[in-house]
């Protein structure tokens, strides 16, 4: 099965030549997420204010790739500040949820003029 390079304009646009997600046979690979608006305006706000932005892009994406974040079976967070964890970890369970939660990885990046970005690899067999 070939893959396929899934685009929307549900989501921040992308930030350079790759797609919003590539669906592969029964998987999805979900480009890092930023929190921008689908017209490409930063949210500049809070953390909480980002994370949720980033977050909503994140599940357009899925679902403009026929899914949900409830496929998720990785999640890539990457924070600018890392004392944003406990916060994070508020905000998380209202868009990944369920009793199989995926895998996570969170690291402490040098994002340039934002807080967070997140990635996910979804699973649909």
Request: glycine share 10%; with cysteine; hydrophobic share 45%.
């Amino acid at each position: 099965m070939p893959k396929r390079a899934i685009m929307t304009d549900k989501a921040a646009p992308v930030g350079g030549p790759y797609s919003h997600a590539v669906v592969a046979g029964d998987t999805i690979y979900l480009a890092g997420s930023v929190p921008a608006l689908p017209d490409g305006t930063w949210v500049t706000g809070s953390f909480a204010e980002q994370a949720h932005a980033a977050f909503r892009n994140l599940a357009a994406c899925a679902e403009a790739a026929g899914a949900s974040l409830d496929d998720a079976v990785r999640i890539g967070v990457y924070l600018r500040d890392f004392d944003n964890f406990g916060e994070l970890n508020e905000i998380y369970p209202q868009y990944i949820k369920g009793d199989n939660l995926p895998v996570r990885t969170t690291l402490p990046v040098p994002l340039g003029g934002f807080d967070i970005e997140i990635d996910a690899v979804l699973y649909i067999g």
